[in-house]
Nanobody
Framework: QVQLVESGGGWVHPGGSLTLSCSSSGFTLDGYVIGWFRQYLGGEREGVAC???????THYPDSVKGRFTLSRHNATTATLLMRNLQPEDTAVYYC??????????????WGHGTQVTVSS
């Protein structure tokens, strides 16, 4: 089963930046759609980015468009650069092999996630 590991979370001031990593182990990301979701404290989930299997196309919801950038770093790692972070970006972030735009069940792929906290 495809399992991805998230890292890079932390605490930042509003306006700050963080880069999250999504890494594979034992396989490359070639041919996989990569997506990032976040889950808020209340349990609501939101898709925030996805990268096509070719690595050439990205999608973002309006809530993060222009601030988040998802790209392939190397054969086994994709990075999510998050800029101008705001308190409403505070959540646990998860990386999965799928896109929020697709009507597929990704629940089997949720890992531990990485916490992002934005506060002053």
């Amino acid at each position: 089963q495809v399992q991805l590991v998230e890292s890079g979370g932390g605490w930042v001031h509003p306006g700050g930046s963080l880069t999250l990593s999504c890494s594979s182990s034992g396989f490359t990301l070639d041919g996989y759609v990569i997506g990032w979701f976040r889950q808020y404290l209340g349990g609501e989930r939101e898709g925030v980015a996805c990268l096509s299997s070719s690595g050439r196309t990205t999608h973002y919801p309006d809530s993060v468009k222009g601030r988040f950038t998802l790209s392939r770093h190397n054969a086994t790692t994709a990075t999510l650069l998050m800029r101008n972070l705001q308190p409403e970006d505070t959540a646990v972030y998860y990386c999965v092999p799928g896109c929020y735009r697709d009507p597929i069940d990704l629940s089997a792929y949720w890992g531990h996630g990485t916490q992002v906290t934005v506060s002053s």
